[in-house]
């Protein structure tokens, strides 16, 4: 196999690795959101070690789960003052629980955290929209996450000009 091959795949497992994490991470809050009495802690090693689960998840997947997990549960009323100001007519605690789960991961990671390009983090928002939501949640996910993008990038432009 060629180098250029070899590559390619290690790319794509890689990037698979990732959106996997990502999948279990939106599972595993949307769990959480529909039952916040849950311990977060012991909920989440519960969930990442169900038998069936865990024997095909790599210990990568696994962490970076648990961090993306802990990261959006830790700051998710921060991610929910973003999300009241970039959707209209929609307080985060009535959306659909999934479409909620995938944009506060979202928005954590491609505008607050910045770990992935903009159009990275809206292509996949949709893509996890299409696997987990309802028949709306792909337009419904896209239409916040590119409204987000514009708040973020306005956020931007008005600290590089008190920086001026």
Known sequence: MSKKKNKENFIGRKFEAIHKSRE????FLSSLDIYPEQDFKQSLELFLNIDELSQSLTP???????????QVW?????????LLRVV?????????SVDRTILRLMVLEGFMLKSLPVGAAVT????????????????????VMYKAAKFFEKDNEDEKEEDE
Not at 24 to 27: I, P, S, W
Not at 60 to 70: F, G, M, W
Not at 74 to 82: A, F, L
Not at 128 to 141: M, Q, W
Request: include cysteine; proline fraction near 2%; charged fraction near 35%.
């Open 74 to 82: 830790e700051r998710k009323n921060e991610i929910d003052g973003v």
């Open 88 to 96: 209209t007519g929609w307080r985060p605690d009535r959306m659909v």
């Open 60 to 70: 990568e997947i696994k962490d970076r789960c648990q961090n993306l997990a802990s």
């Open 24 to 27: 279990l991470a939106v599972q």
């Open 124 to 143: 996949e928002a949709t893509r996890l929209a299409n696997d987990f939501g309802t028949k709306e949640s792909a337009r419904f996910v896209g239409g």
